[in-house]
């Protein structure tokens, strides 16, 4: 290790910062947050550099460094553009054991400042030694993305606890009370911005001694389409914390991947006719799990309250007081769409759109045909690979014109991605012809035609050379 980590507590104290641009003024944003008086020196500062310092109950001087600008301060920070300057005030600095930084020139400083997450009152710092600055902040923000950004409301609350615990518990359970309180449900609360319930769960706890074998908890997340790039932050966070995975055929085996990799999976299935688990015994084991004490992820493909029956999960839940959060995900339709080149809505086109599910009859009395028939909006048919060439039918025998345009997107937003289009009166036959599997999604609409123009430049885009209406 070639530098001693610390933090130094500059609150209330002056530091030093010669130089009044760019870099001086990051210099002064970051000294000033932690509560330093900002003595500024430069020929010129910035506004803001002399409002940070007028803020901090600091000065600012419109002149050049003097050797007595050193006196009665307890750090000192150069970021001149003149290395003969930066090298005298370090060398004058550092006779006087100052602390010295001298902005990249690490020859020059006596401390070096680290690449922060923070999280106040958390702060992760990180630095390679100044060998490979880039490198330090490229892990910072795989930090950035990692740590919620309510860590530091988590480590406020710990800070308000401490006392309290530390007199209730005998300390060999406190940190098994901690660990509990940090990683589990209560953290999740803080987390999802409900502080006060946080603190209520926090005396239940308490008074219940209940620190042991709290309950479980439940996380509902939507896993997207299938691209793993799709996924929301939140969902990948709870992913790597769950003990248990309760997943079924729509979460492509690439998002898998990003599950921790000892938490257990349960397979529930979810095929059209392969129902390898019923809903209510889904139900039932989700409840079974976390009344185990368990966290448990349901991992349900694009989004869970999108046809995806994610509300009837989280009833049983709610009725013995699990408690559960609720991730959305990117749903089909957004992600086929935007993977296809299909704006779902278009100033010219389209005024609204439409998430239909196919999984129902044609003569169902709650869909109005003749108000899908309409034109000007964009109708997108989940699960409709099966009753495809009925919908386009009874769409047209509404009303709605044979060659208005029509998708249907295969396994969206994967690498085997395919767009098949036509029209209304020709895509069923052109699907027929055309192997097509599923997952599928059917999107009709005049933005479809907008595909030729948008759809183009995708990566990884297979669309079959039968079937396919571009041009080469
Ligand atoms: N909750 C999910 C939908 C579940 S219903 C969501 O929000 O996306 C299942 C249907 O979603 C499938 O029959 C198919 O119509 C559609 N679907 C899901 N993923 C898909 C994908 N990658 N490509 C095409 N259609 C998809």
Known sequence: MDYFPVFLDVKSRRCLLVGGGDIATRKGRLLARAGARLCVVAPEISAELQTLAEQGGGEWHLRSYRHDDLDQVVLVCAATDDYALNERISQEAQDRYLPTN???SPALCSFITPAIVDRSPLVVAISSGGEAPVLARSMRARLETLIPQQYGQ??????RWRERVK??????????????VLQGPIAEQVFSG?????????????????FVDTRGEVYLVGAGPGDPELLTLKALRLMQQADVVLYDRLVSPRVMELVRRDADRIYVGKRRHE?????????????????????VLRLKGGDPFIFGRGGEEIDRLAQHRIPFQVVPGITAASGCAAYAGIPLTHRDYSQSVRFITAHLKTDNPNLSWPEL???????????????????CQTLIQHGRGESTPAALVEKGTLSEQRVLTGTLA???????????????????GEVVQLHRHLGWFRPGENDSQKTDDSED
């Not at 209730?168 to 509990?180: C, G, N, V, Y």
């Not at 028939?373 to 919908?391: E, N, R, W």
């Not at 020709?426 to 009709?444: C, F, M, R, W, Y």
Request: hydrophobic residues 45%; glycine residues 4%; negative net charge.
């Open 102 to 104: 001298v902005v990249d």
């Open 154 to 159: 988590l480590a406020q609350l710990a800070s």
């Open 167 to 180: 007199q209730a518990l005998p300390e060999a359970d406190r940190r098994r009370f901690w660990e509990k």
């Open 194 to 210: 409900r502080v006060a319930q946080a603190e209520e769960a926090m005396t239940e706890a308490l008074d219940a001694q209940d």
């Open 275 to 295: 129902h390898s688990m019923p809903q209510e015994n889904i139900n039932e084991l989700l409840l079974k799990l976390a009344q185990e004490g368990k966290r």
């Open 373 to 391: 028939a309409l034109p000007g909006q964009t109708l997108v048919f989940y699960m409709s690979l099966i009753g495809l060439s009925d919908i």
């Open 426 to 444: 020709d895509l069923p036959k052109q699907v027929a012809e055309s192997e097509v599997h599923g997952p599928t999604l059917l999107i009709v």
